[in-house]
């Protein structure tokens, strides 16, 4: 079963399962919690024993003393004095039995109270801390492809907002839903030990409730799953804004953006507003049917009381008085918790549709480890498409270990796409890629992209220091091994003269720095690496000729003795390639090295007359 298909029940039941370590504390959170609603109750109780006990007896006292002070016979007085003594012997007593009951809940509420709330929010907490680490974690293991497919935005909002009305569902169950119910269990069960009659008065206001819950439950998770769509929405729009301020300025859109931001706003508020709507009448409702179970129980026990029916005493009427107003605010919570509950389960359904997604595929059965690249990489009838779009077709070529080979293509031929299959991000739809005769699909993922490191044309750094940076892909190398492969990549130099050198932040993706500083740190973590396999994919085609001289350099000395495959579109990249593989439109159409497809009519020499043109001058 996918979690899509889910019930309410079972995903509701799945989501407790993430409480299953912590089922000691989630029992001492319980125990604690009946003890408090104990408490509760049991200051409700003390009315019956207060009036029945005292307050009626009292009276009875003062009315037997002003019958006393008149003139009776000396034998009557006797007995009337024997019966007033034992009257204020039973008040006495249960003044005694109250006072200590009251002592008790004084003193040992607070600290029960302290218990039950330190487990239940220390559940809680780890239940989130738990939510966001599996969802976080499945983010790392989801192939390449769904990163692809889903934006930013979405995954944000399932680890951030999807996660917190998760974690919101599961405090209400084990926090204040869970407590809120003791209260009522210990409430009726005390109003059954008073009187029975009573209490199934009390509980007439059950049926209508459900009725209630039933109808809006569906309403509300409906309107909050709209929501949670709007949300990613929301935030894919945010992401987009903060990744491309600086165009958004050069072409004063600031303006558009906000109101294309306020627009995604507004959707919300309405999506949002249709779950507060369902919320407020489902709470109207059961506000409405609590209350007439009030006034029913009233008029039903004033009139027991009055026709002296179902042996119900003024102390019992007036304890489940108190006990129905103790039961108010629990149930009116309890339909608030139901409510939430129904809100948080398609949010709840989001993050179990990324953990039960597909992930990399587990290596093959008695895929093997390969340590080094003895003789070479071979592409046989290679074919690939991302869904309905063919991008590769029977491509076939080898590359040599130690060889350089280069593909040269417009965008969109397909040169990415074979550099990710070698890397094992995507399989094959047919064909195959081997190394050193091993189908790469028996080879072990990890084996494989221990051997190779990659340079792209963007050249992405985390928000940290440079050091940390370069070693990124070897975090036991040392500060030495770090400044020696920012030297072999012409970086130590400017490095140097930062305010914090080594130590210098970079910035989110590295804004500090400009963009042939970024692309020679990501060379230096390349060469930190020590790969046996390189691949360059477009290194160098957003920099300056300057720049472009400095990370050449880097690149030429970190291809020495290394296999490499090298996407470039710039000449003074490729033109040193051992041998140089055109692509178009998925397919191989020449290869040779320079020299050679310069003889050859076609589109290498098409591309290299086109950057070799002078522009003309302007008249």
């Known amino acids: 079963m996918t979690s899509g298909s889910q019930g309410p029940v079972a995903t509701i039941w799945r989501l407790l399962g993430f409480a299953r370590p912590y089922l000691w504390v989630i029992a001492l959170a319980v125990l604690f919690s009946l003890l408090y609603a104990g408490g509760i109750v049991g200051r409700a109780a003390l009315i019956e024993p207060l009036f029945d006990g005292i307050a009626i007896p009292a009276a009875k006292l003062d009315a037997t003393a002003g019958l006393f002070s008149s003139v009776v016979p000396e034998s009557d007085a006797a007995t009337r004095e024997i019966e007033r003594e034992q009257l204020r012997a039973n008040i006495d007593q249960s003044f005694t039995r109250i006072l200590l009951a009251g002592l008790l809940l004084v003193l040992g509420m607070p600290l029960v109270r302290l218990v039950r709330d330190y487990a239940s929010d220390w559940v809680m907490t780890r239940l989130l801390v738990d939510l966001q680490r599996s969802l976080g974690g499945k983010l790392l293991r989801l192939p390449l492809g769904r990163h692809n497919q889903d934006s930013s935005g979405e995954f944000l909002t399932r680890v951030t907002s999807d996660t917190a009305l998760a974690n919101g569902a599961q405090a209400l169950i084990f926090g204040s839903a869970l407590q809120n119910l003791a209260v009522v269990v210990v409430a009726i069960a005390a109003a059954f030990w008073i009187n029975w009659r009573l209490a199934l008065v009390t509980l007439v206001v059950g049926p209508p409730i459900g009725v209630i819950l039933q109808v809006f439950g569906p309403r509300i998770r409906h309107a909050s799953g709209r929501r949670q769509q709007q949300t990613s929405e929301v935030l894919q729009r945010l992401v987009r804004i903060l990744g491309g301020i600086k165009v958004i300025k050069a072409f004063r859109a600031e303006e558009r953006e906000q109101r294309e931001l306020e627009g995604e706003m507004q959707r919300y508020f309405r999506r949002a507003m249709g779950v507060v709507r369902n919320r407020i009448y489902s709470r109207v409702l059961v506000e409405a049917a609590s209350q007439f179970a009030i006034i029913a129980l009233l008029l039903v026990g004033i009139w027991a ?30 339909t608030r918790s139901w409510n939430a509950i129904q809100d948080a389960l398609p949010p709840t359904l989001r993050i179990f549709e990324i953990l039960d997604a597909d992930e990399e595929p587990p290596d093959a059965e008695g895929s093997v480890q390969i340590e080094e690249l003895r003789h070479g990489i071979s592409f046989q009838q290679v074919g690939f498409s991302y869904g309905r779009e063919c991008v590769i077709d029977d491509v076939s070529f080898e590359i040599a270990a130690g060889q350089v080979v280069a593909l040269v293509g417009r965008t969109g031929s397909g040169k990415t796409t074979l550099a990710d299959l070698l890397l094992g991000f995507y399989e094959p739809d047919s064909g195959s890629i081997s190394i050193d005769g091993v189908d790469l699909r028996n080879i072990k993922r990890h084996s494989l992209r221990e051997l190779s ?52 932040p970079v910035g989110e993706r590295g804004s500090q720095l400009s963009g042939g500083q970024r692309q020679r740190l990501t060379i230096a973590r390349a060469v930190l690496r020590d790969p046996q396999l390189l691949i360059f994919d477009e290194a160098t085609s957003a920099l300056d000729a300057h720049t472009e001289q400095l990370v050449q350099s880097a690149i030429r000395r970190l291809m020495h003795k290394r296999t490499v495959l090298l996407i470039a579109h710039r000449l003074s990249t490729v033109r040193a390639a051992d041998r140089i593989i055109v692509l178009e439109d998925g397919k191989v159409t020449m290869t040779g090295t320079h020299e050679e497809l310069l003889q050859k009519t076609g589109l290498y020499r098409e591309l290299v007359e086109l950057q070799l043109v002078e522009l003309p001058s302007e008249a």
């Open 305 to 334: 009381l009055l026709g002296h029916s179902w042996g119900v005493t003024i102390g019992e009427l007036g304890a489940f008085v108190f006990i129905s107003a103790a039961l108010y605010s629990p149930m009116k919570s309890l």
């Open 453 to 504: 490191a990659t340079v792209t044309q963007e050249a992405f750094l985390f928000d940290t220091t440079i050091l940390e940076n370069i070693r990124y892909g070897r975090p036991d190398a040392t500060r030495e091994q770090v400044i020696a492969a920012a030297q072999t990549a012409n970086a130590h130099e400017f490095i140097q003269g930062l305010p914090s050198g080594y130590d210098t």
